[in-house]
């Protein structure tokens, strides 16, 4: 994936002092550390997701959306406010900020971007994502904008996330197996699952659960 040029630089000042950590290892992850999946050398598509975290009344939480069941792909599926990149959008920081707005009205300018992840390879739809981890400098009120691609949104407290109750391994009759969740009747698992689970564990917020505990995907996810 070429390297883009952020809109505007990342600000770990702003950061609190519960996301140093996170943001301080995020300095020197590398993709392997984060996913599997290499990104081929060309024909990868570029897009970029928001990884926003902010803080309510219970506490510490991030923002999901769950696309509409009516989309070609990832139907229905728990994702983070993002999509493709776009000529004028600068970087990937630009990309999430301006998907973000776009799927769930959220205003930029309260948006402070801590930290520009490697590329992430889904070879199932040949994406190499770029997650940008940022930092909600006040609290925020947001919307599905565009009910045709977004059908819920919602603020998951990371207690919720990090609750051993809600914590299990997806599986596929094809062999797949990876970190799942599910939080408020919000089943998450493939790439979103995936970087929460790299997240929560990097920042020091995993708590230990059953990694025994298996739950086979969804039919709806198959199709």
Do not use: C
Not at 49 to 63: K, Q
Not at 134 to 150: L, M, S, T
Not at 196 to 207: N, Q, V
């Amino acid at each position: 994936m070429t390297a883009q040029s952020p809109l505007r630089k990342p600000e770990p000042e702003r950061a609190p002092e519960f996301l140093a950590t996170l943001v301080d290892k995020l300095k020197t992850a590398t993709r392997a550390e984060l996913m599997r999946s290499e990104p081929p050398e060309t024909g990868a598509r570029e897009a970029a997701v928001l990884v926003l975290i902010g803080e309510s009344a219970f506490g510490p939480d991030v923002l999901l959306t769950q696309r509409a069941s009516t989309l070609r792909q990832h139907r229905g599926q728990v994702s983070f406010p993002g999509g493709s990149v776009d000529p004028g959008d600068g970087g990937s920081i630009g990309t999430a900020l301006r998907e973000a707005e776009e799927e769930v009205g959220l205003d930029p300018a309260i948006v402070h971007p801590l930290s520009v992840m490697p590329d992430l390879y889904i070879p199932r739809t040949g994406f190499a994502v770029v997650p940008v981890l940022a930092w909600a400098g006040q609290d925020y009120v947001v919307h599905a904008r565009e009910p045709a691609e977004v059908a819920r949104v919602e603020r998951i407290p990371i207690s919720a996330l990090v609750d051993p109750a809600n914590r299990f391994v997806v599986t596929h009759p094809m062999g797949y197996r990876g970190p799942g969740f599910e939080v408020d009747g919000m089943f998450i698992w493939g790439f979103t699952a995936g970087v929460l689970d790299r997240l929560l564990e990097l920042g020091g917020f995993a708590l230990a659960w059953d990694e025994t505990a298996e739950r086979l995907l969804p039919e709806r996810y198959m199709r």
